[in-house]
């Protein structure tokens, strides 16, 4: 029995082959859109677990810190140090910016999320767990540490609002939920960076504030000064990293604060849903549709191939039946041409989805379970593709075996 899947790869395997490589990049595209969106909820994970918090203490009514903006006093935690449980808690700012590294060359511009903590050894919240080179942060003031993926290396000046950073230490895979890459300074330093105003707008301020005639009354001068100073102070975070005591119930610590101190509290649960249901979400429906359209057009890539081979055998397919062979026969031997196809499109697409994974400015995980379950979708999408040149092969008349 002549295998029609065989004689076609084997006499039209130029064809066959480009086919299954144009097939393999957009299977290769698929895998790389589904492996960015896992890195986008690997990042979220690495972000809580980074941080080395239990809780989140925010402002209330708000998703903060990463999610929504939040702003509480810095002097919040001393309230949350006194809940039962509560065995550390860090004031941590939280500010995403574009960053400029001072070379002598020139400059450049990276995005970063700049997250404030206290200088002090690891184990505390928000504090990096390792360094990959350099020191941890021991002055209050102009030092950074920074990931690894910002390119930045020790001793880099960089610029951070209008004062300059010497990079000190160096961390790895500390990133935002975005995929931005944090560095790390000064908890005072970030206060004054996100809250405090530039001297322009503390003059207009006050000139504003002067006008106010609740603000302007004779015989009282230092009321105006001290307004003036409540509005231009730093003395705010963006949220409290809570440690807890082994053993201790979270949600009813939780609770605790939120009664006690009156704001809000997330969970390490309640924080990743936070992170990957609401602040992912919007990517993650883009990253399907377009998972959608690339099946749809790999489909139709299958089937136009395989209808066009087996539109070009006309004659040998009449042969076929002319001789006695059956239809489900014929009709399995299309269906493995449009396997095979489909097989080679995915080996060409998972190599090359991992070797251009690496140069993505986001990070692209691919897992295992995915290229399962994407190579049984290739397969399923190719048999269901190859469904239009099988109708056409089965309609086929015996006697053009003998016509003209």
């Known amino acids: ?36 969106y896992r890195g986008m909820v690997d990042d979220a994970n690495v972000l809580l677990e980074n941080s080395g918090a239990d809780l989140w203490v925010v402002q209330q009514d708000t998703l903060g810190p990463y999610a929504e903006s939040s702003s509480i006093y810095d002097d919040a935690y001393r309230s949350v140090l006194g809940i039962q449980g509560v065995d550390r808690a860090a004031n941590a700012t939280y500010l995403t910016m574009q960053v400029r590294q001072m070379r002598t060359d020139g400059q450049r511009d990276v995005r970063a999320m700049v997250v404030g903590i206290e200088p002090g050894a690891a184990g505390q919240p928000g504090q990096p767990d390792y360094l990959i080179a350099g020191r941890r942060l021991i002055r209050s003031h102009y030092e950074v540490l920074a990931d690894a993926s910002a390119g930045f290396a020790l001793g880099d000046r960089i610029r951070i609002r209008r004062n300059d950073y010497t990079v000190v230490g160096l961390t790895r895979r500390m990133v935002s939920s975005g995929g931005d890459p ?5 908890l005072k330093d970030a206060q004054q960076a996100q809250f405090l105003k530039d001297n322009d ?18 015989g009282n001068p230092d009321l105006l000064d001290a307004v003036t100073a409540t509005q231009s102070s730093n003395s705010y975070v963006n949220a409290v990293l809570v440690q807890l005591k082994p053993g201790t119930d979270a949600e009813a610590v939780a609770e605790s604060i939120r ?25 993650a429906k883009q990253i399907g549709m377009f998972l959608v359209i690339l099946a749809i057009v790999s489909a139709a890539i299958v089937a136009f191939i395989i209808y066009t081979l087996t539109m070009g055998k006309i004659r040998e397919i009449a042969v076929l039946k002319l001789i006695g062979t059956h239809s489900i026969t014929i009709a399995s031997m299309i269906m493995q041409q449009a396997v095979a196809l ?11 989805a991992t070797a251009w994974a690496p140069f993505f400015p986001k990070y692209v995980l691919l897992e295992p379970g995915d290229a399962v379950r994407g190579f049984v979708a290739v397969v399923v999408i190719c048999m269901l593709a190859s469904i239009l040149a099988i109708y056409a092969a089965l309609k086929v008349d015996p006697a053009e075996a003998i016509g003209g």
């Open 342 to 352: 489909g097989f080679i499109g995915f080996m060409v697409g998972k190599v090359v």
């Open 1 to 36: 029995m002549i295998s029609l899947a065989g004689r076609d790869i084997l006499h039209a395997w130029g064809k066959f082959v480009f086919t299954g490589v144009g097939l393999g990049l957009l299977i290769g595209v698929t895998l790389t859109m589904a492996g960015v």
């Open 259 to 283: 009664q006690g101190v009156r704001l809000t509290v997330y969970s390490r649960a309640q924080m990743r849903e936070i992170l990957i249901a609401k602040l992912i979400a919007t990517s």
């Open 182 to 186: 944090m560095l790390f300074i000064p």
């Open 201 to 218: 707008a503390i003059v207009q301020q006050r000139a504003r504030t002067a006008q106010n005639p609740a603000f302007n009354r004779p």
